[in-house]
């Protein structure tokens, strides 16, 4: 994937923050000099935006919490990120469209997960599973059996 979370994000973060607190202290003092309507502009305005922004930084805000990101839906496939050293490394599982906005996630077998999962997510199959549930379902969540082995052509 490529895409780093360096340092300089929390720094966005907290200056953010800091600003949408000044806003709102703007908006108070506005309301109290009994300017209402330019008072409560600002606070809606500022509430607004601060939310905005809060929404779209919810990924980077996980990944750096908690070290990852339960997921997100990308085409056919759900995509399980981690931060690793500050890079963002993922895991793409195939998803199945079953109506009504609803899908499921199809979870490789463990022989197959060993081949084709990336090499930090090879041996943490179950941890990365037991996760995935936090977002879908036991009913949702179909583990794919491993291909049987094709015999020797005889001849």
Known sequence: MGERIGNSFRSVIAAVCALAVLAMAGA???LGRGEV????VLAAVTFFLFRLFW????RKRELLRRG??????VGTHWVYEELRDG???GLELPLEYVGRG???IHIPGEREWSVRAPAWARTRREEIVGRLLAVFKRSQL?????PAETPPAAG
Do not use: K, S, W
């Open 87 to 89: 890079e963002i490394v």
């Open 28 to 30: 108070l003092v506005l």
């Open 37 to 40: 309507v330019d008072g409560a």
């Open 55 to 58: 929404r779209a930084t919810q």
């Open 142 to 146: 179909h583990v794919d059996p491993d």
């Open 68 to 73: 990852f990101f339960l997921g997100r839906r």
């Open 102 to 104: 609803e899908y499921d």
